[in-house]
Every structure is written in C-alpha cells, then in structure tokens.
C-alpha cells in the first residue's frame, strides 16, 4: 500500500508540476522563454537545459528569461541548471534574466548572493522589454 502510495504521489507531482517548458516570444523571436516550475529540482531539467546549451552553443539563442513565477521551492540543483544557462549565454555575450521570482526565492538569491549575476524583474513583459532598452543603449 505504501509503495501505490509513493508512485501515486509521484504521478500527481509529474501531472501538475511539468518539466521545465521553452518557447521563443511571440513577438521577439530572439528571446527564448523558459517556464520554469518546482520541477526545476528534478533530474528531467538537466536535459532540458542541455538542449538549451546546445541551442546558445549553435548561435540560436542568446537572450533567455527564466519566468519563475510558478517555482515555490528551488533547491541548489535547480539553481544549479540556472547558473548552467547563465554561464552558457556568458561564454558568447549572452545574458539570462530571472523574472517573477517568489519573495522566498529572491530573498534565498540575494542571502548567497546569487543574485548579483542576475537581473530580475517582476514578469516576463518587463524582462522581454528590458532587453530591448539595453539594445537601444549599445
């Protein structure tokens, strides 16, 4: 009965908590989204920030936004698969923004000052639009 338990238990979790989803913005196609979940913690994101290694390693992708929004706990492997991305996009001039971070995780960020290889903003919008503006700049 405990193991039906277990295994019932881990398919609930699989059900509503997806592994981490990419997808480019409808309107700027050179940012790559991440939608990220509590199933930032398990092994299945290793390969999901594998291809996207890939994808900045081949010159696809330079601009990711990670949308935390959905993520309520973030363990130190999951941030490790962030700083995996960020040091990626870094080697070729890249750069990975964090948005919707819950007050837990950006307090956890800024205590292991994490956060200082970071830009964070509150959506996605304003993450997106934030690329923009340094654009502009340049």
Do not use: W
Request: glycine letters at 4%.
């Amino acid at each position: 009965c405990r193991i039906a338990s277990f295994v019932f238990s881990a398919l609930c979790f699989l059900l509503y908590h997806p592994a981490m989803q990419t997808r480019r913005h409808e309107s700027d196609k050179d940012i790559m989204i991440v939608d990220a979940s509590d199933a930032i913690n398990d092994d299945e994101t290793e390969r999901t920030v594998e291809r996207i290694e890939g994808e900045i390693d081949a010159g696809k992708v330079r601009k990711i936004i990670v949308d935390c929004s959905h993520v309520e706990f973030l363990s130190t492997f999951g941030l490790s698969m962030i700083l995996r991305m960020r040091n990626s996009a870094a080697n070729i001039n890249g750069e990975v923004k964090l948005c919707g971070l819950s007050p837990m995780i950006d307090q956890m960020l800024r205590i292991s000052k994490v956060a200082q290889l970071f830009l964070v903003y509150p959506d996605v919008e304003q993450a997106r639009l934030s690329f923009r503006i340094r654009q502009r700049s340049i």
